[in-house]
């Protein structure tokens, strides 16, 4: 089945500065990759994703990579604020119905 | 758009007695419903994938006895969890998908069970 192996566990920001968050999977036929943030408490709210056929995603602050070859992708959070502070978990599916595999969470902290 | 809701938020229920938590999808018909489990500062666990009108499939090593799913309605699936015991003090979470191309899964806010 899939792996999905997420870095770093914890991350520690200035304000205003960009914040990187990496993850590797392992299936190669996975081709949807969302990212979710969760505040302490509540479920996880989806801010972007990424389908195999993309290489590049960006909303406003927030942005996606992908590498298929490499079967890596990384979000990239600029100009970051305090309520940017979360766990952001990366995901990878196969698409459709198949399930969601989670990485291991990266609790990102901005120090005012 | 794409809202789903779970109640109750939280339940305390005494060991021994079985808790059932609703999750619905508010705007759209989820023809597919996910249920997750989550312990403290980790990540989310795939309990069961259930679609509308048929039985859930369950991930390994989750007993389908002790948590029951049950998907009646394009809008509504529950989750009951069976004789609680103190090991089932968890987060649950359902996420919802609808039908079609998307992948997108929107998920619940949660319900936080303790079991005395």
């Known amino acids: 089945g899939e792996n999905v192996e997420q870095h770093p566990s914890t991350l520690s920001v200035q304000e205003g500065d960009s914040a990187v968050i990496k993850c590797t999977y392992s299936?190669?036929?996975?081709?949807?990759f969302p990212w979710y943030k969760q505040e302490l408490g509540k479920g996880p709210q989806l801010i972007i994703d990424i389908r195999s056929n993309v290489g590049e995603k960006k909303d406003q602050r927030i942005a996606v990579t992908l590498n298929k070859t490499a079967k890596h992708f990384s979000l990239h959070i600029t100009e970051t604020q305090p309520e940017d502070s979360a766990v952001y978990f990366c995901a990878a599916s196969r698409g459709g119905n198949e399930k969601l595999t989670f990485g291991t969470g990266t609790r990102l902290t901005i120090i005012p | 758009g794409a809202v789903v809701s779970q109640h109750p938020s939280r339940v305390i229920c005494k060991s021994g007695t079985s808790v059932k938590i609703e999750c619905r999808s508010l705007?759209?018909?989820?023809?597919?419903m996910f249920w997750y489990r989550q312990f403290p500062k980790q990540s989310l666990m795939l309990m069961a994938t259930?679609?509308?009108?048929?039985?859930?499939?369950?991930e390994q090593g989750v007993e389908k006895d002790k948590f029951l799913i049950n998907h009646a309605s394009l809008t509504l699936s529950t989750l009951t969890v069976t004789s609680a015991h103190p090991e089932d003090s968890s987060f649950y979470i359902c996420?919802?998908?609808?039908?079609?191309?998307?992948?997108?899964?929107?998920f619940g806010p949660g319900t936080r069970l303790t079991v005395l």
């Open positions: 259930s679609n509308e009108g048929s039985k859930a499939t369950y």
């Open positions: 299936d190669s036929a996975s081709n949807y």
């Open positions: 705007d759209f018909q989820a023809t597919t």
């Open positions: 996420s919802a998908k609808s039908g079609g191309s998307t992948d997108t899964q929107y």
